[in-house]
């Protein structure tokens, strides 16, 4: 769908999901966020076996929280390194404790008398670019250690490498929401607001793209003109609130008989366009009688009033118009519609030629 979008835009080629361009199959918010969580935990275990092997230790345990990163994920199963980490405050500054066991603080912890047990515990903190704290990087064994002042600034190198890569993946995600603001400003230049399918200019682009995809294949295409019947009555007797709710529920409808691949727009007031890549006149002839027979299935009820509702529709398809353009095929399903119209309504027409 939003491929859809990006097509009418003038963006590369791909026919999926262009009937619904409301139902936002986007990518945006679930994929690209579990992409991104993908991302940074690829880069912290990096950074962590760098940690373990840099100081022979069990365990290089990261762990920070933010607007825009957490690291590890909240629903991440945390081994006992981290689980003991996770337990203390994040430090103000460079801590070592060589041997928790004779640490006031640290001695009767659970994972200092667990087995096996935590013995060494050094940390660093890890700042936001405000200097806020918002997590550690921490080293864990299971034996005592020493801990001199070289290992402690090749730890604060380390937190330094963490509060980097956690600026970046802050950029990204960023990016990423601009990214969506953007394309979700752009999906309303190009839907109805009110019917919630494309719009008279989107739909004709749509139109234009799959006429030159569907001539470079060799394959047919076909559209159709809808138009509701008597919707100025409607409007006239009930008011424009009520023929506005009628217009959305009947382009609810047309939409339902549509495959993904087609497409819809609002073409004028009350009148649709429907675009079918791939179709020849047979199939658009059914496809037009579903759209005519799911519109008169159900009745609307407006101000307890029951409205009988009925479209006429007009076809083309290059099958029978192998060299007319795109206008050429607009007018001729127009004509098709009144065609329609003068036969009595609720009914689907084809365009034939001349010679037919």
Known sequence: MSVALDQAAAMPLNAERRSQPI??????????????????????????????????????VILFRCHECEFPAATARLG??????ASLPYPEGSVAVPDLRRDLLLSEHASAT????????AAHPLRNPEGTIIG????????????DEGAGR?????????EREM????????????QKKNKSLRRRTLVDPMLKIWNRGAILRILGIEADRCDKQGLPLALIVVDLDFFKK???SHGHPAGDAVLINVAARLRSCLRPQEALGRYGGEEFLVVLPGACHETALAIGERMREAVAAQDEIVGGVTLHLSISAGIASTVQFPSASTDELISLADTALYAAKDAG?????????AHA
């Open 154 to 162: 090749m730890l604060a190198d380390l937190a330094a490498l963490v």
């Open 234 to 236: 409607i409007n006239d």
């Open 167 to 178: 600026q970046l993946q802050s950029l990204n995600a960023q990016q990423i929401a601009l």
């Open 136 to 147: 550690s990087i921490s080293l864990v064994d299971y034996a005592p250690r020493a801990f």
């Open 23 to 60: 139902t936002v199959a986007d990518k945006l918010p679930g994929e690209d966020a579990c992409a991104w969580q993908e991302q940074l935990e690829q880069q912290m275990a990096r950074i962590r076996r760098i940690g373990r092997q840099l100081f022979g230790v069990a365990d290089c």
């Open 114 to 121: 667990a087995t096996p047990s935590v013995r060494f515990y």
């Open 345 to 353: 309504r609720n009914r689907v027409m084809q365009a034939l030629p």
């Open 80 to 85: 006992a390194g981290e689980a003991f980490c």
